[in-house]
């Protein structure tokens, strides 16, 4: 019974639309509206600039961390680490699947990848600054939000199976899983990339 309660209040927590509320209130739009249309931390940067695109990237972020950390609330997981790892990857993709499917903001949202980060984090924090010093390297070095985030996917998979050698199969599966679902949801990006047309991020503020 708490399992479900935790599961449904996991999406609800990922369904918080940082982007299109930050859009909304700060900058008169609907960031769906705009760009790619999607409602995440890229479009974000892509559209308002590097102030507004990290404010998103980092709360949703904070979105996958904390539905992760609503396993603790169950007290016999504390003593079970496998349980606790398998729950706390199933609250982290309703997170997931909240953010992409919000529904407080009729069901369109991102693509989930700042909150993807921020589940690796609650569950694995050095697996995740590994990924967001990828993400961030890649970020300023080509300004491309869209390389970066299938870089760090890509690197995901060879951290757990090379690196740390995760003995968890389903934190396995789930990471080679990830990285083969964020390059398939990015492939207009990549499209966009190979023939120049992808679109670079100011760092430093709104316009270059």
């Not at 974000?44 to 979105?63: E, I, Q, W």
């Not at 300023?140 to 199969?169: D, Q």
Request: hydrophobic fraction near 55%; glycine fraction near 8%; proline fraction near 3%.
């Amino acid at each position: 019974m708490y399992e479900i309660i935790l599961v449904i209040l996991a999406y609800l927590i990922g369904s918080i639309p940082t982007a299109v509320w930050v859009s909304k209130y700060f900058f008169d739009i609907d960031i769906r509206n705009y760009g790619s249309g999607n409602a995440g931390a890229t479009n974000t940067f892509r559209v308002l600039g590097s102030k507004a695109g990290s404010f998103v990237f980092v709360v949703d972020m904070m979105k996958g961390f904390l539905a992760v950390d609503l396993a603790y609330l169950i007290p016999r997981y504390q003593m079970d680490n496998i349980a606790l790892t398998n729950f706390q990857v199933i609250l982290g993709i309703l997170a997931v699947v909240g953010h992409i499917f919000p529904i407080w903001a009729n069901f369109k949202g991102g693509k989930g990848i700042a909150t993807l980060f921020g589940m690796i984090l609650a569950i694995q924090p050095l697996v995740a600054v590994c990924l967001i010093g990828v993400f961030v390297s890649m970020l300023f070095l080509t300004r491309y939000v869209s390389l970066s985030s299938i870089t760090a996917s890509i690197v995901f998979p060879i951290l757990i199976f090379f690196i740390f050698r995760e003995p968890e199969i389903m934190y396995r599966i789930f990471a080679l899983a990830t990285a083969i679902l964020v390059v398939l949801t990015h492939h207009k990006n990549i499209n966009r990339l190979l023939s120049g047309n992808e679109s670079k991020v100011p760092l430093f503020g709104k316009k270059d």
